[in-house]
């Protein structure tokens, strides 16, 4: 109990020995893994391999039958209340966006901040054209997600989960259903949002994307992970046979 | 050949942008081509065009001379309408529609046997409903929750109050007195307002995730769903009043007002459910994702979004509900259509041909109705149509 305490000083999300099983496959499998405060760690790997289901134990979207996942100190475990706490801390950003398609952008921004936050209209719209602005779209605050093209609809996604003033940030692909020329305006986004320290996990299957945005890159296959390093030395010099497999294949 | 020189010759080849240019109109097409390409096409088309034409002015023709040409419009009684052999004034072999009878009795069939005095209630009631919901039901009036909270449960309410009476100086009018057109019109209203809410919360109920709920849920649509409207009448009608003590009076028009909306709610309820069933999952986990409740999320984004897709059904489901009020006759209450049968069997006014104008009137009137509200769906219908597709973006983004 006092070493995972102490871990939490240091540690945004802890994961002990998470098992994951959807019917008969085993999804997670003894899974372990930590992030520090203000770290982005990328997870890479084959499709099917777990990482979005990773990410989505963290954010309680899906539940996992043994282990432990622990956030700034708070166990995740299945009471609302919990939840309610753990998913204020986080933030999440979706591969196709998820936008409120009968709401105006700026209706999607402070749709959480009035109802969750019981924040006041006035200051709840202030602070969504704050947040507009930064991923530079306010002036399409009064349009439909429909109107929107891919990429200007996944900053919006970006600037929702930011109005929430998030601690931390869950990528689930976020460029996979964007236009190539879009991926760099996103990363640049992701990358200048998240200066002034966010921590972040970001499931990506760009490799480029990962090895600037990431701190610390994970690779992950069949439910675990099997090697993770620092940015430049897991690319450099890949250890495990499918990590030199996949990126291989990859780059 | 250089590839330089092909390079120079290829003219399809794009040097500058081209610049966009407005849509070519094309020269609207003669009357004649449209006859032509519509109508009489192929020999088999033209065949049909023509019986098909014949048809229309053979009905056009009968129906126009009885409803119009041969019709009474003035008359203080029965004799008008009736030929000499039945006692009235035409010759033996007119017929046409008595408009006379429905002119004479009209208030009648309007407001049944509610006292000439407290007709205003009636018409204050219409007035208010008709002017709360025209706001409820256009899509760009905002407030469409507190307009909603009026329209289904303050104006029922307040309805059943004011044409019930019995409160303040409101002489108490009993309900069976009530008939005619504001009978049909109230319990029309007042079920669709509860087999809304009803209908809403069953669907909700039958995708919940407490699994007893959830089963009495699908319990109760199933046992409805099985049940004709007439038997749930009697029920509510006969039966009913044996189950619960004798002090407590219930009405008898609330009774089937109450069979009627719980009858059709069920029918909402699994409109409803496709509605919910077509929202994908994403919509639920990026709303829980950002830390908002079960209530929220359903009332604020899921909801919203289902009832634009059910709209057009739900509508369906209420054009039915109306015609189908006209049943509460079983259980010997007047609604227009009874309160027109009666009407027109009057001692002073029967003749073989005021039934007939009787139930082309009522037909006249439903239709009316029922038009309104198919129109009022395809409306919706186009609306949420349009919002589907991708816009045009405008050019400065």
């Known amino acids: 109990m006092k070493g995972i305490k102490e871990n939490s000083r240091i540690h945004a999300i802890n994961i002990i020995n998470v098992n994951k099983w959807l019917g008969k496959m085993h999804i997670l499998r003894n899974m372990d893994f930590s992030v520090k405060f203000q770290e982005r760690v990328a997870l890479i790997g084959p499709s099917g391999s777990g990482k979005s289901t990773l990410l989505r134990c963290i954010n309680a979207l899906e539940t996992f039958q043994k282990g432990k996942i622990i956030i ?180 | 050949m250089d590839i330089k020189d092909m390079e120079e010759q290829s003219s399809y080849i794009r040097k500058n942008i081209a610049p966009s240019e407005p849509m070519l109109r094309t020269s609207r097409q003669s009357t004649y081509h449209w006859l032509y390409t519509h109508l009489f096409a192929s020999p088999i088309n033209a065949l049909i065009t023509l019986l098909l034409a014949t048809l229309i002015i053979y009905i056009a023709k009968h129906l126009g001379k009885w409803v119009v040409l041969d019709a009474i419009w003035e008359g203080k009684d029965r004799t008008v309408c009736a030929t000499k052999i039945q006692g009235g004034i035409q010759n033996n072999d007119w017929s046409g529609a008595c408009w006379a009878f429905v002119k004479a009795n009209y208030t009648q069939i309007i407001y049944g046997f509610y006292p000439p005095e407290h007709r205003w209630r009636v018409n204050l009631t219409g007035i208010i409903a008709i002017t709360v919901n025209i706001t409820f039901l256009m899509p760009s009036i905002p407030y469409k929750f507190i307009n909603g909270f009026i329209s289904l449960i303050i104006i029922p309410i307040f309805s059943w109050y004011l044409l019930h009476g019995g409160y303040l100086s409101l002489p108490l009018i009993d309900t069976q007195l009530w008939g005619g057109l504001m009978v049909t019109l109230t319990i029309a209203y007042i079920s669709i307002s509860i087999s809304f809410i009803i209908g809403t919360l069953l669907a909700l109920g039958r995708r919940s995730q407490i699994s007893i709920l959830r089963l009495l849920c699908i319990l109760f649509i199933e046992t409805l769903r099985g049940i004709p409207l007439v038997s749930i009448l009697f029920i509510a009608s006969i039966m009913f009043p044996l189950f619960i003590p004798h002090e407590i009076t219930f009405d008898k028009l609330l009774r089937a007002l109450i069979g009627i909306a719980i009858f059709t709610s069920v029918y909402i309820a699994e409109a409803i459910r496709g509605g919910l069933q077509a929202i994908p999952k994403s919509q639920y986990e990026a709303a829980t994702s950002l830390g908002l409740k079960y209530t929220t999320i359903m009332c604020l984004i899921i909801l919203p979004q289902a009832y634009r897709l059910v709209i057009p059904a739900i509508i369906n489901i209420l054009i039915g509900m109306l015609k189908e009020t006209s049943l509460i006759y079983i259980v010997s209450m007047f609604d227009l259509l009874g309160m027109i049968r009666i009407t027109s069997i009057q001692a002073n006014w029967i003749t073989p041909q005021t039934p007939a104008t009787a139930f082309v009137t009522v037909a006249f009137v439903y239709w009316v109705l029922c038009f309104m509200m198919s129109r009022y769906a395809y409306f919706i219908e186009k609306r949420i149509n349009l919002f589907k597709q991708p816009m045009i973006r405008s050019k400065n983004r």
């Not at chain 1, 439910?223 to 250890?239: C, T, V, Y």
């Open chain 1, 72 to 251: 700034e100190g708070t166990e995740l475990n299945n009471t609302p209340k919990t939840i309610h706490l753990i998913r204020r801390r986080i933030g999440m950003v979706f591969q196709k966006f998820n936008l409120f398609p009968h709401l105006t952008v700026l209706e999607n921004c402070t749709l959480a901040p009035i109802w969750v936050k019981k924040m006041n209209k006035k200051k709840a719209e202030e602070e969504a054209f704050f947040y507009l602005e930064k991923v530079k779209i306010s002036d399409q605050a009064t349009k439909y997600p429909i109107q929107l093209s891919g990429g200007q609809q996944q900053r919006v996604a970006i600037a929702r989960s930011l109005c929430m003033k998030p601690r931390m940030m869950l990528f689930d692909e976020p460029t996979s259903a964007l236009d190539p020329e879009m991926i760099q305006e996103i990363l640049d986004l992701i990358m200048d949002l998240t200066k002034n320290g966010m921590t972040i996990i970001c499931v990506t299957h760009k490799m480029s994307f990962a090895r600037q945005l990431a701190h610390r890159i994970a690779f992950m296959d069949e439910g675990q992970i099997l090697e993770e390093n620092a940015s430049d030395r897991f690319f450099s010099n890949p250890q495990h046979e499918r990590t030199q497999i996949f990126l291989r294949k990859m780059l």
